[in-house]
């Protein structure tokens, strides 16, 4: 898994009509401009698609979609998490994983469980499951960090527990588990802002939320970090650093589905409880498109 996971994956969007169905026309020209503009891999039904707000049904047409539509020209990652460990277990057994190429799991949300409770968690997934997973620890969003020594206890007992996607922001942490993790194991940036100074350490990659919008751009820019010529790669970082900060500033994905609406790409529209960005804050995206471009 090491080569189809190193790079920019790109957590793609769910594209909604006004009527709140989903727009599969608008995601196949996002998936079309995705691939030809130098993304790496594919995570489809992830958070950034609002999966907390789709029906089992559309997560399984979001992902048959995508299959077909890719066609398999990149490795497609399918985001299957939640806060039920019995519930995540029975979707990987039921679900179709023929052309599907690893699964993205997140930690439980809200529930709180323990260091020992997240390791059984994803003990059970990765028993249960015929593919590669990845962890994606995002602490600001379920209320509970993974550890590095709950991480590195996984990765050493369980050979397809392949990665983890990284979003807690603390370089500490993430610098002890590149330290000491097992060699194959990959630490991929669950941040387009730490991106850059994350593959600096060590990391592999991003698994990008800006890429939906910006695919060459920043993934020549994760290219270059990954090849070492940081001073080239820092240049790309520092043009969208104000971009990474309207990107969440009214939560994700309400920021990059104004730059995507700005360019023509999807209808500006979310599913409640999430809201599109604000005028101010769309006129901010705005503005800092047009400096970009």
């Given amino acids: 898994m090491y080569n189809k996971l190193t790079g920019m994956g790109v957590a793609l969007v769910t594209p909604f009509k006004n ?7 608008a995601f196949g020209r996002l998936i079309e401009y995705i691939i030809k503009n130098g993304a790496d891999y594919l995570v489809v039904c992830g958070t950034t698609a609002e999966t907390p707000t789709l029906t089992e049904d559309e997560k399984d047409e979001l992902a048959r979609f995508a299959v077909q539509q890719n066609a398999g020209r990149l490795p497609i990652v399918l985001g299957i998490g939640g806060n039920n460990t019995k519930a995540v277990v029975e979707k990987i057994k039921t679900t179709d994983l023929s052309r599907i190429d690893a699964i993205l799991s997140v930690v439980p949300y809200y529930n709180k469980p323990t260091q020992e409770g997240l390791y ?3 003990a059970s997934i990765a ?9 994606y620890n995002v602490p600001g969003r379920t209320s509970v ?7 590195l206890r996984l990765a050493k007992d369980f050979p397809n527990i392949c990665a983890i996607k990284e979003a807690s922001g603390n370089f500490v942490q993430i610098g002890e588990i590149i330290k000491n993790k097992p060699k194959d194991f990959l630490v991929i940036s669950g941040d387009d802002g730490v991106a850059y100074p994350l593959i600096t350490m060590g990391g592999v990659g991003v698994i990008s939320v800006i890429g939906n919008a910006f695919p060459a751009e920043f993934s020549k820019m994760v290219h270059l970090a990954l090849q070492g010529d940081y001073a080239s790669a820092r240049r790309i970082h520092y043009r ?3 971009l990474f900060e309207l990107l969440f500033v009214e939560g994700n994905p309400a920021g990059v589905k104004s730059m995507l609406a ?3 790409m999807i209808e500006n529209k979310l599913r409640l409880p999430l809201v599109p960005a604000s005028a101010k804050t769309y006129e901010k995206i705005q ?3 047009d400096q970009l471009n």
């Fill in 127 to 135: 028993k249960a499951s015929s593919l590669p997973i990845i962890l």
């Fill in 262 to 264: 700005i360019m023509g």
């Fill in 287 to 289: 503005s800092a498109i």
């Fill in 19 to 25: 009527d709140d169905s989903i727009d599969f026309e």
């Fill in 145 to 151: 960090n993974m550890t590095a020594e709950t991480t």
């Fill in 240 to 242: 969208f650093t104000e």
């Fill in 120 to 122: 059984q968690h994803f």
